[in-house]
């Protein structure tokens, strides 16, 4: 498989290339079969439904590598929360946890069990994926997962989730240290179903101060993977912690491919990082509303990673209002202008 050979490092005839959040709403084929499932947990919880929608910008787009399609947040779901996705207000916990008593009632293997219905999602993708092209199971950060279990929702200030780690740290790292148990056994039997790599989601990496993020996120980022790592050698591990460009001199690990976002340049990157690990990004999303834009974008990657160790993707998720054909042309023009 091209994608996962890059993920190594090793020379491919060309730069594989996909998309966060390619499957979705800017599809209407997505569109479609989410209608048939009625909301979009019911979608994540229906394996034929859940596998048709990741197949579908691999068949429209042409990218390398399929994504499951499932959210991070059913791993909270599954140890016990009741979450609900809103219209127009994203994901909301009813009952965010407070305390100890609340911690206490959340079951690691219960929620590994669980999950149960991801797994059939990865055999029945993997059963009609091409042989040649790789699917990617994910999890989210153990911090990333608290702002929204302790915050109950989206938030812009991080507030509670922000003065739990400064007024009961004991307490953010009993509740970080069991996510991370859950996160270890969900990824082992990701791999274990089919996934041929794996992604960890820190999209909420730049709500901490430095020394915060080493402590309360990253810590638990590197132990998923070095417990990957140490079963699976064959299988690549992609870390994407988002917006953290000021720390990329700490970054340090056992993984092997550095999700770049769009706000760290990708020359700051390859100075920092492009030594140890595979860099994967960075085309800044929003580029894709014009063809013009989507052109000077990869035109940028292509010559400050040329002779590296690249893996092309957005600087994160695609928007849902992106023409498809746009999307079409930087997968196309990805993939030919890095031929060697
Ligand atoms: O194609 C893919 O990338 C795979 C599927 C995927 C989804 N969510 C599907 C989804 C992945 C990898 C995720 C990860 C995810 N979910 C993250 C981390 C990545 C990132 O984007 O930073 C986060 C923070 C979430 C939590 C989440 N899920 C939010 C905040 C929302 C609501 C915002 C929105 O776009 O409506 C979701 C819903 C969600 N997850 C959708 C999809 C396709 C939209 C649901 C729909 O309306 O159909």
Redesign the pocket.
Known sequence: MIFVDACFGKKTAYTPVWM??????YLPEYMKV?AQAGD?LSLCKDPQKACEVTLQPVDILGVDAA???????VVPLEMGMELQ?LKGE??VFSRPIKDQADLDKLDVQKAIENLEYVYETIRLIRGKLAADKALIG?C?APW?LATYMIEGQ?TKTYALVKKMIYSNPQFMHAFLKKVTEVLKGYMQRQIENGANVVMI?D?WAAALEQSAYFEFSWSYMKEISAYLKAQFPHVPVILFP?GISGYLDKIDGEFDVFGVDWSTPIELAKAKLGHKYVLQGNMEPTRLYTKDAIDEGIAHIVDVMKNERHIFNLG??ILPDIPVEHAKYFIEQVQTRTKI
Do not use: V, Y
């Open positions: 966060m959040r390619q499957a979705g709403r989410r979009f994504i499951l399609f499932s959210d991070i947040l996705f994203g994901p994910f989210g990333t989206g989601f999209s988002k994160h998720g």
